[in-house]
């Protein structure tokens, strides 16, 4: 989640890590242990935010080669199918972190967190309808963006577009 959000390794690894850090010290606050992961993942997010506001974001390229490594390898699958899912992967991430920070927060929590609507606007301190309104923006953009890249556009024609 940390990754999707502040589209860097190191500095979602050092969010997580300040997050771990900050849970440790306030953990006496932790009122129910059942609410562990949604207070994790609070402090997360917010230490996300706070990488976000002191440091020009912008200039990270992804770095795709250690999310590869990452990456189950199953001994069945083609190296043809393999190579599509990887393209398939590296267009949806740069996908996601094209979208504004707002977008890509409810996208992250809702998909890759698997949190519920409810869950997302209690931790983003937002109405629900908020988070719906923007989970739609959001795909709708995923949409066009992915479809985009698979057709091979940019917004331009192409050049056979032109000459018919």
Excluded at 12 to 17: H, I, R
Excluded at 104 to 112: A, C, P
Excluded at 132 to 141: G, I, N, Q
């Amino acid at each position: 989640m940390a990754y999707l959000l502040v589209k860097d390794h190191q500095r979602a690894e050092e969010a997580v890590q300040d997050a771990f850090i900050t849970a440790f010290k306030k953990i006496n606050q932790l009122e129910k242990d059942a609410l562990i992961k949604s207070w994790l993942t609070t402090i997360t997010i917010n230490h996300c935010r706070q990488q976000l506001r002191t440091w020009n974001y912008k200039h990270i390229i992804p770095n795709l080669e250690a999310v590869e490594r990452l990456r189950d390898k199953d001994a069945a699958t083609s190296p043809e199918a393999e190579l599509l899912e990887l393209e398939w992967n590296h267009h949806l991430t740069a996908a996601i972190h094209a979208l504004d920070y707002k977008y890509r927060e409810v996208i992250t929590l809702f998909y890759f967190n698997e949190l519920k609507i409810a869950e997302i606007s209690a931790l983003t301190n937002t109405k629900e309808n908020t988070v719906k309104s923007r989970l739609k923006r959001a795909k709708e953009m995923l949409k066009a963006s992915l479809i985009e890249k698979e057709d091979g556009t940019d917004g331009r024609k192409n050049a056979n577009q032109e000459t018919s």
